[in-house]
Nanobody, 118 residues
Framework: QVQLVESGGGSVQPGGSLRLSCAASGSIFSINAMGWYRQAPGKERELVAISGTSTNYADSVKGRFSISRDNAKNTVYLQMNSLKPEDTAVYYC??????????????WGQGTQVTVSS
């Protein structure tokens, strides 16, 4: 069984920074991709950034957020700078993990709250 554990959420003033971390553990053969999604109240979950064979960002966070991975630790990070109130949401880690040679699983973290407010 594989799980993702997130950390680093919290409250920050507009213009501030936060760094989210997400570590995968369990039966991992390889990790195809890791990324971050977010869901604000009353809105659908949306992609923020993903790191796989390529790296992609939502237009709304380009130039402010940066995704990185430490493959030795099976961990993905999201550095969030110049935060805006509209970045307020629950942030979810997501990973496409090969658990055996034949099996691939899509795993979600439990979510971490990010609040940007003055």
């Amino acid at each position: 069984q594989v799980q993702l554990v997130e950390s680093g959420g919290g409250s920050v003033q507009p213009g501030g920074s936060l760094r989210l971390s997400c570590a995968a553990s369990g039966s991992i053969f390889s990790i195809n991709a890791m990324g971050w999604y977010r869901q604000a109240p009353g809105k659908e979950r949306e992609l923020v950034a993903i790191s796989g064979t390529s790296t992609n960002y939502a237009d709304s966070v380009k130039g402010r957020f940066s995704i990185s991975r430490d493959n030795a630790k099976n961990t993905v990070y999201l550095q969030m700078n110049s935060l805006k109130p509209e970045d307020t949401a629950v942030y979810y880690c997501n990973a496409v993990i090969r658990t055996t040679v034949q099996r691939v699983a899509l795993i979600w973290g439990q979510g971490t709250q990010v609040t940007v407010s003055s």
